[in-house]
């Protein structure tokens, strides 16, 4: 059936993967989304929803129930939630949607699909130690006014980058590119 002019694609029963929710369930806090009732509380509560209405945590966690794998996954959404659990706050049925979120972007980093965003200061954590580049000029600035200099590299904070794996995901990522 050709899809309305301008909508997502529909997604198939075929393509559905129905234990989802159970492997959200085993990630730590993923385990009360089957609680929800759709009632929208979390949605209507969200402030990442208040600036864009397409971000929807009543639809992602029915997409979960629901076996949308592959569409939950690859959606850049999931990595907008801000982690403020006015959500789980909320919820009448005590479902953690932040922690919901978490346990699926946990997933879809290990499937590659860590948002592009994530996976360069992911890179820069592994490569600096830190989230951006000192560069001498950022050093010299502060000689002028007096400071100490930066450090370039955080080799213990290289050195947990490394012992967590951090690394596999970035990569994973990386050859997921389309
Ligand atoms: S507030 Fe709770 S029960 Fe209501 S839609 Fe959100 S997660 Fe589901
Ligand atoms: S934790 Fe995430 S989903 Fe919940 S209200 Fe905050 S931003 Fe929205």
Redesign the pocket.
């Known amino acids: 059936m050709a899809n309305v002019k301008g909508s997502k694609p529909m997604t198939r029963f075929e393509e559905l993967t129905p234990s989802f929710w159970r492997e959200v369930a085993k990630e730590p806090g993923g385990e009360l989304s089957a609680r929800c009732f759709a009632c929208g509380t979390?949605t209507a509560?969200?402030?990442?929803?208040a600036v864009d209405a397409r971000?929807n945590?009543r639809q992602l966690v029915h997409m979960i129930l629901l076996g949308m794998r592959e569409r939950v996954l690859s959606s850049d959404f999931i990595w907008?939630?801000?982690?403020?659990?006015?959500?789980?706050d909320r919820c009448p049925q005590g479902v953690r949607?932040?922690d919901i979120?978490t346990a699926v972007k946990n997933i879809a980093a290990r499937e590659g699909y860590l948002h592009p965003t994530f996976r360069q200061q992911a890179e820069l954590v592994g490569r600096f130690g830190r989230l951006y580049e000192v560069e001498d000029f950022d050093n010299k600035k502060r000689q002028r006014l007096g400071l100490p200099p930066v450090r370039k590299t955080f080799p213990e904070v290289q050195e947990i980058f490394r012992m967590t794996g951090m690394g596999k995901y970035t990569e994973a990522a990386e050859a997921n590119q389309p």
Do not use: K
């Not at 907008?80 to 789980?88: D, E, K, P, Q």
């Open positions: 979390c509560a969200c402030p990442v929803h971000y945590p907008l939630c801000s982690g403020c659990y006015t959500c789980a949607v932040t979120m």
